[in-house]
């Protein structure tokens, strides 16, 4: 199994919500991370899981909340959303922390704030 | 802040036509890497390249890391429509850096 899997696909949420995107990996990646990708803008990187560990968080507004159950599964919780984080999320996942062998990135996550 | 700066931004070239893709910056990386990012889908990884000055071919594209480390470029031989999308560089060091990105267009 060589694939990220991240789901849903799409989502609609209103700002008082609360929800969750999911993120998952069984090719034995110790790292996993969540990007976050507006209109034809590069990738910016949220936060970065090594082990099961968080190790970098870019900042990130408390709104977003980074869990790590295994180290298989990333999840992002979100609540109290702006309309400004609408945005492609996207899950990524490497062989370690130091992403030398390159990153394998899911499909993302189409989030739409309203 | 490590700043990765790609050039051009757009690109829409004639199927066949051979184009060049640079990512420049003032940081060295460790390595880096190339993806290719299609509508609606996440990036995909095209080749890492980690030794100053190494070149990797792969079919019809070629990959060169700069001397110092700070530089890549992309060429692609005969472009065909398949080679449409979003080119991104990326520079590794302790976290993965993005390039801002070259929109690629192959009109056929």
């Known amino acids: 199994d060589t694939e990220v899997t991240q789901t849903p696909k799409h989502l609609v949420m209103g700002m008082t919500n609360k929800k969750s995107l999911k993120c998952e990996q069984h090719m034995g990646h110790r790292a996993m991370y969540w990007y976050k990708q507006k209109a034809k803008k590069p990738p910016e990187l949220m936060f970065v899981?090594?082990?099961?560990?968080?190790?970098i968080n870019e900042s990130v507004p408390s709104r977003f909340s980074p869990e790590c159950p295994n180290s298989s599964l990333l999840n992002l919780h979100l609540h109290a959303l702006q309309p400004e984080d609408s945005a492609l999320y996207l899950c990524?996942?490497?062989?370690?922390?130091?992403?030398?062998?390159?990153?394998?990135f899911g499909s993302g996550t189409r989030l739409t704030v309203v | 802040t490590q700043l990765l700066e790609q050039s051009p931004q757009f690109l829409s070239i004639q199927e066949g036509e051979n184009l060049t893709v640079y990512c420049n910056s003032s940081s060295v990386f460790s390595s880096l890497q190339w993806y290719r990012q299609e509508p609606g889908e996440g990036p995909v990884l095209l080749v890492t390249v980690v030794t100053g000055g190494e070149v990797k071919k792969l079919k019809r594209l070629t990959f060169q890391f700069g001397d110092a480390r700070k530089d890549s470029s992309l060429h692609i031989t005969a472009a065909q429509p398949g080679d449409t999308g979003l080119y991104l560089c990326a520079g590794v060091n302790e976290k993965l850096t993005f390039g801002t990105g070259t929109r690629l267009t192959i009109i056929p």
């Open positions: 899981y090594s082990y099961e560990k968080l190790s």
């Open positions: 990524a996942s490497s062989q370690d922390w130091q992403g030398g062998y390159g990153y394998t």
